[in-house]
């Protein structure tokens, strides 16, 4: 059973540039969240999703999108990179409705550095 | 809103030794709350999660962490180290009336093992 991936594992782009990451979520699993970790620092949400749709979304501007396609996967758009867009981008897959808890589970992330 | 504060940036201590990793959160609704481990370039990793009842919850690997309401803390300790707990360690809290929603994280607490 694979377990959250993640492509590309890193990337180098210039200011101004735009970036997709992209994610497969754990066989089962129909949510996933996105976290930027920048270094040294612990993981920030930034969205949400479920049904295509996104349930939630964390203080980041616009330039960060998203989609989740039917097959439950998902990317993550970054327009107009900025030097402090340099991260590691985390993917988490989840099922939504299991309970007591739709626990998270974490992908190896995406290190992006902005040049 | 919710935060969770890491009081201890670096903790380094000698294997066999007992440590304790200190975690704080802060909240107006109930929360779960999570201790995550990231070993070197890798994603996140559930060690623990406290949901409901005994307020002591333990991982297979010798951790534990206990939750005190009043002091609004979920320590993470663990009676005797060895070379392979050297990682970064995450405590995390979601809001139990937002199921399977977004995790808050600490800054993170580097735990370093010595021999």
């Known amino acids: 059973d694979a377990g959250v991936t993640q492509s590309p594992t890193h990337l180098i782009k210039t200011r101004g540039q735009q970036v997709t990451l992209r994610c497969s979520p754990k066989?089962?699993?129909?949510?996933v969240s996105w976290y930027q970790q920048a270094l040294g620092q612990g993981p920030q949400f930034i969205f949400q999703y479920y049904e295509e749709e996104e349930r939630q979304r964390g203080n980041f501007p616009d330039r960060f999108s998203g989609h989740q396609f039917p097959n439950y996967s998902s990317e993550l758009n970054v327009n107009a990179l900025l030097l402090g867009d340099s991260a590691l981008y985390l993917c988490a897959s989840s099922l939504l409705g299991d309970r007591p808890l739709g626990e998270q589970y974490f992908g190896p992330g995406t290190r992006l550095t902005v040049t | 809103a919710q935060s969770v504060t890491q009081l201890d940036s670096q903790v380094p201590v000698f294997e066999e030794a007992p440590v304790e990793l200190r975690c704080n959160y802060s909240?107006?609704?109930?929360?779960?709350l999570f201790w995550y481990v990231q070993y070197p370039n890798q994603g996140l990793q559930l060690l623990l999660k406290y949901l409901s009842g005994s307020t002591l919850v333990e991982s297979i690997n010798g951790f534990e962490a206990e939750f005190n309401k009043s002091q609004t803390s979920f320590h993470l300790r663990k009676p005797s180290v060895h070379i392979s707990d050297t990682a970064e360690y995450f405590c995390a809290v979601s809001e139990i009336y937002n199921q399977g929603g977004k995790l808050i994280f600490g800054q993170g607490t580097e735990l370093s093992v010595k021999p």
């Open positions: 066989s089962g699993h129909d949510t």
């Open positions: 909240s107006s609704v109930s929360v779960y």
